[in-house]
């Protein structure tokens, strides 16, 4: 694969020389992502340093032909930053990582695309604000990679998801021009809400420059627990039961007896290792009496619902070590076989325990190993199959589970992705969910922003 040594000159004379990869070492490393797919080395990887760079470094790709895939930090588990086929152009965003603005009065900020998730909600942080989503790979994530694929996190059933917090943004067309939509303000109706048409779009229709964030002030207290079951569906029960009585946790986790033995023998965290499943809840608000009192109802609730242990967490320190837990669920279950390959079906709530037994029986049908955890209180389980990707007879055998998965959740009018986008693993599924006039509908915009067809070719939307 290669690129004309006169383009690559080019993008050296504009995007400087430490800038413009066209190395086979460096290369393999824009070849894959977190989803388990066939790698694509890109012909070129393009680090523009600035935001006007970026905009060139667009516009020469797509005169030129080759097409481009962003890339943040590589870690969406769906295939989005797998480069297309053939010679192509990877844009990284590590280059573009300032924070531009903090607004403290008027509660927003605005970031440039490559600013890492932790990096952003600890500035936020120290000028007394919060910024709530916070998926489980935020210490590498990127803020570009969050809106593009609508990130979601532990705290999306109080405080919503990325697309909650996106107030506005700049983004390069297919020539490098800039297109604004949104603003500082908390209410805009200027122009169509282009916004939103960019958040999920997985690189396939143009590429963000800066991103305006709204923030919050912090909750004044907090309160975090661990209830630990018996048996996986009474979990399940006791998360459809909380919704059901009108209590919003900001924080409702699921881990399966599988995660919480993977992650104690890799953190040693203090799970109760003989549990069938826990849920780690917080609640949160503005008084300590106000959150004192939702902690007892969740308690309650547990308690009903079969929960054989409750336990709070009485300091920051032990809070924080469950959480750790928590976030490294897949990274536990990972040291257990050679691949993963994780799911992110999402279900109404009240079907949750209907979904967590078809993925139970799903698993002992095709004889295999799975861990479950995931956004309880959102509907959104990662079912974790733990396999060896080399072994194409077991692997025939996951790829069949992954279908029964998706049925599964469409079956119990869920999704196919809460928050891990389509990208080229789910795009075959696409119509299923929907119908033929939407996937249609959806070529003619793609088709209208992108006339060559080279933002991101194969995703999403085939
Ligand atoms: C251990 C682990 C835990 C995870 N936990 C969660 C979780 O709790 N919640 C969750 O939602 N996800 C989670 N994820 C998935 C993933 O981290 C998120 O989807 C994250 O948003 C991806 O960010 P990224 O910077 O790695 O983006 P990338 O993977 O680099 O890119 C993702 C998509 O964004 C596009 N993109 C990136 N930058 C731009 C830009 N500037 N303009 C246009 N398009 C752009 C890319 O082309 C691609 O389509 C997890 C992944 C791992 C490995």
């Known amino acids: ?49 600035t935001r006007e760079l970026l905009g060139r470094a667009v516009a020469m790709c797509y005169q030129a032909g080759l097409p481009i895939t962003v890339r943040g930090s590589g870690t969406n588990l769906s295939g989005a930053t797998v480069p297309a086929p053939g010679d192509s152009a990877v844009i990284l965003t590590s280059k573009l990582n300032r924070i531009l603005e903090i607004n403290a009065r008027d509660l927003y900020a605005v970031v440039e695309p490559g600013v890492v998730t932790a990096r952003f909600a600890e500035a936020a942080a ?4 919060f910024y709530p989503p916070d998926p489980g790979s935020r210490e590498v994530s990127t803020l570009g990679g969050n809106v593009a694929l ?103 986790e699921f881990m399966d007896a599988k995660c919480i033995r993977a992650a104690e023998s890799f953190l040693n965290a203090g799970l109760p290792t003989d549990a069938g499943a826990i849920l780690l809840i917080e ?32 300091d920051h ?43 139970a029986s799903l698993a002992a049908r095709h004889n295999l190993e799975v861990g479950v955890f995931g956004h309880a209180g959102d509907g959104n389980l990662h079912p974790t199959i733990l396999c060896d990707r080399r072994d194409p007879e077991e692997f025939a055998r996951v790829e069949a589970m992954v279908d ?20 080229l693993a789910k795009a075959r599924w696409m119509e299923k969910e929907t119908n033929r006039a939407t996937v249609e509908f959806s070529k003619r915009i793609r088709g209208a922003l992108d006339p060559k067809g080279l933002f991101n070719p194969g995703k999403k939307i085939v």
């Open 317 to 359: 320190r032990e809070k924080a070590r469950l959480w750790e837990a928590r976030r490294n669920a897949l990274p536990s279950l990972a040291r257990l076989r050679p691949t993963t390959v994780l799911e992110d079906a999402t279900v109404p709530r009240s079907r949750l325990p209907e979904m967590v037994e078809a993925v």
């Open 126 to 129: 120290a000028e007394g604000l």
């Open 150 to 252: 609508n990130a979601g996190g532990l705290r999306g059933l109080k405080y919503g998801v990325t697309k909650d917090y996106v107030m506005g943004m700049e983004f390069f067309d297919h020539r490098g021009e800039t297109v604004k939509t949104g603003s500082r303000t908390i209410k805009c109706v200027t122009g169509y809400n282009l916004a939103g048409l960019m958040l999920a779009s997985e690189g396939t229709l143009g590429v963000f420059s800066s991103i305006i964030l709204k923030l919050l002030p912090p909750p004044k207290a907090s309160k975090a627990m661990l209830a630990a079951f018996k048996r996986f569906r009474d979990a399940a029960e006791a998360v459809a039961e909380t919704v059901a009585a009108r209590i919003l946790p900001c924080t409702l």
């Open 404 to 423: 029964g998965i998706f049925e599964a959740a469409l079956g119990l009018q869920g999704t196919l992705s809460g928050e891990h986008g389509i990208g």
């Open 1 to 49: 694969m290669s690129v004309p040594k006169s383009l690559v000159a080019d993008f050296r004379k504009v995007l400087g020389g430490d800038s413009v990869f066209v190395e086979e070492a460096d290369l393999l490393c824009y070849a894959y992502d977190s989803a388990v797919l066939e790698q694509q080395k890109p012909a070129v990887a393009l680090a523009p340093s």
């Open 283 to 314: 609640v949160d608000g503005g008084s300590a009496e106000g959150v004192a009192s939702d902690a007892e109802e969740v308690k309650a609730v547990c308690l009903k619902c079969g929960a054989s242990e409750i336990r709070e967490a009485d």
